[in-house]
T-cell receptor
Framework: EAGVTQSPTHLIKTRGQQVTLRCSPI?????VYWYQQALGLGLQFLLW???????NRGNFPPRFSGRQFPNYSSELNVNALELEDSALYLC?????????????????FGPGTRLTVL | AQKITQTQPGMFVQEKEAVTLDCTYDTSDPSYGLFWYKQPSSGEMIFLIYQGSYDQQNATEGRYSLNFQKARKSANLVISASQLGDSAMYFC????????????FGKGTTLSVSS
């Protein structure tokens, strides 16, 4: 079974530019999550998509946005890049089971996209 | 607010020895899940083991076991018979009803296994 895939692997952008990161979940998984792992800040939750809708959002500005497609793949868009956006961006997926027990859902991560903003 | 604390920035162990990585958590929600992930230098987060707050037994997955002490709010990862390939960063994470499906991560522990 193929795992979560992400593209591109690495990306170099300059401040002010826009970037799009892509994620394909494990087959059968409907939920996709995005996390940012910046040096010194640890792993922080960015966004959660399920069934095409944004379900939850972490403490990030609106220039971080995304969407989920009918095939459950997802894009993360970051506008007006800033130097501190340099980080490893990790995508994860999980199967959706019972909403009331969502805290039990195991998230499986992809290899990440390393973004460098110069 | 929910919080995960990993107090060991680095741990060193020899091959074939067991090692315990510490994790304490804080939540006021009685329903929560605890997870451990391994992150090698390549960056990918690899799921290791899960423990639910209502689970009576400690979780085990091969060489990994979770020492769950609910009253102490601790969820330590025990790796038995360490291997060189176990050298990596290890993260403890939690999800509860307030967090929804968002995982809250600790700062991680770097494990180094030597021969």
């Amino acid at each position: 079974e193929a795992g979560v895939t992400q593209s591109p692997t690495h990306l170099i952008k300059t401040r002010g530019q826009q970037v799009t990161l892509r994620c394909s979940p494990i087959s059968g998984h409907t939920s996709v999550y995005w996390y940012q792992q910046a040096l010194g800040l640890g792993l922080q939750f960015l966004l959660w998509y399920d069934e095409g809708e944004e379900r939850n959002r972490g403490n990030f500005p609106p220039r971080f946005s995304g969407r989920q497609f009918p095939n459950y793949s997802s894009e993360l868009n970051v506008n007006a890049l800033e130097l501190e956006d340099s980080a490893l961006y990790l995508c994860a997926s999980s199967p959706r089971r019972v909403a009331s027990r969502s805290y039990t859902d195991t998230q499986y991560f992809g290899p990440g996209t390393r973004l460098t903003v110069l | 607010a929910q919080k995960i604390t990993q107090t060991q920035p680095g741990m060193f162990v020899q091959e074939k020895e067991a090692v315990t990585l510490d994790c304490t958590y804080d939540t006021s929600d009685p329903s929560y899940g605890l997870f451990w992930y391994k992150q090698p230098s390549s960056g990918e987060m690899i799921f290791l083991i899960y423990q639910g707050s209502y689970d009576q037994q400690n979780a085990t997955e091969g060489r990994y076991s979770l020492n769950f002490q609910k009253a102490r709010k601790s969820a330590n990862l025990v790796i038995s018979a360490s291997q060189l390939g176990d050298s990596a960063m290890y993260f403890c994470a939690m999800s509860d009803n307030q967090a929804g499906t968002a995982l809250i991560f600790g700062k991680g522990t770097t494990l180094s296994v030597s021969s």
